[in-house]
Nanobody
Framework: QVQLVESGGGLVQAGGSLRLSCAAS????????TGWFRQVPGKEREFVAATGHFSGTTYYADSVKGRFTISRDNAKNTVYLQMHSLKPEDTAVYYCAAGLYQQNKPVTTTQRYEYWGQGTQVTVSS
């Protein structure tokens, strides 16, 4: 079992920056695909970014490309999401996810991931 705990969310003005962290415990996530998703009330969980095994490849939603950066520190068993130039439409609960077994599913889908954190709220004011 893998436990994921997000932190770093909060309230920020438009144009500001935040860095989210996702600390994993229970197992090393070095061989896992890890991702960030976000969700607003009444909408489905939306893909934001992902990084493949050993941090070799990164994937981004078009809406965050060029503004957000996903990274991982395997020594710390932690995944990060650096967010710059935040917009009000980035407001959501952000979830960290890790996946190992569903390798036939795209990393942009929730089905790819077996483990999820509890989420951290990001609010961007205009």
């Amino acid at each position: 079992q893998v436990q994921l705990v997000e932190s770093g969310g909060g309230l920020v003005q438009a144009g500001g920056s935040l860095r989210l962290s996702c600390a994993a415990s229970g197992r090393t996530i070095r061989t896992y695909v890890t991702g960030w998703f976000r969700q607003v009330p009444g909408k489905e969980r939306e893909f934001v970014a992902a990084t493949g095994h050993f941090s070799g490849t990164t994937y981004y939603a078009d809406s965050v490309k060029g503004r957000f950066t996903i990274s991982r520190d395997n020594a710390k068993n932690t995944v990060y999401l650096q967010m710059h130039s935040l917009k009000p439409e980035d407001t959501a609960v952000y979830y960290c996810a890790a996946g190992l077994y569903q390798q036939n599913k795209p990393v942009t889908t929730t089905q790819r991931y077996e483990y999820w954190g509890q989420g951290t709220q990001v609010t961007v004011s205009s």
